[in-house]
């Protein structure tokens, strides 16, 4: 089957307290759901009609076959999600405090989704698609950070549109700094840049968000989109600079709604929408991911996706 996407990054299973309100050092009862930014793009993706594949590693364990057989049950391809024995799936635990705390706390001592390698198979596959997607959470070690970097050269050499979710993770790197140098080895392959605030900071070396946006669209980046939370997203390219406020809604969960967005967003420019639709395609899924608990669980169809925007 020809594959309109392929993704490489995180698989991760997560953990949400199920005692709402309940600081996380008190809670006692949770519930597993699959998680990571790049998991919950394939999976958002796929739930809006984009048929998808990813390319990832999880632990070669129960915890992996769950993960696994999650993304086959959502109809994402899974034949270049690779298995390591000795290293463990990324895990994640949520505290859920609505309407605005929701604290995470990460296990990553040497996950699996950095053991990623990406041969000639996944080469082919990717030159394949129409759209490759990835983030900086895979460039924070070896050998997926050199799996990344081919990856990202294969899709541009051949014409693949490029996204990159910078998706900036203190527990995987040794500071911010170096998640923004490898970020910025990234640029000259990527056509699309997506990240919040403190990310596209990060990256560009800048004291605000428009100098940011403004130095690596110089730098050579085609579109950056820029998600700034409660307030909206802002997109910018060489003809046109776009921002839209996002949908109020009444919040049980924002986490995953950075993914809900990319999701919606992405699905609509791969459906050649004008960028002012793709960005409310955007704030639209993430505004419905907001109101409702788990990332992956959360991601909404293209029905939903439509009948928010026409109800508004």
Partial sequence: MIMDVSILGRIGYDLYAEEHGVPLRDATRFSRYLGGSSANMAVGLSRLGARVGMISCVGDDPLGDYLIEYLKKERVETRFVQRKQGMLSSLSLTEVSPPDRFPQVFYRERPADTAVEAGPAERDFIRGTRLFVTNGTSLCASPARESTFRALEWAHREGVRVAFDV???????????????????????????????DEILMVAEAHDVAEAIARLRRWGVPLVVAKMGAEGVRADSAHVSVFQPSFPVEVVSTIGAGDGFASGFLYALLENKPLATALSY???????????????????TLAEVEAFLAAR
């Fill in 167 to 197: 998706d900036y993770r203190a527990s995987s790197w040794p500071n911010p700094e170096t998640a923004g140098l490898y970020a910025r080895l990234a640029l000259p392959w990527i056509d699309i840049l997506i990240a919040n605030p």
């Fill in 282 to 300: 955007g704030n639209a899924a993430a505004a419905i991911v907001c109101t409702r608990l788990m990332c992956s669980d959360a991601m909404p």
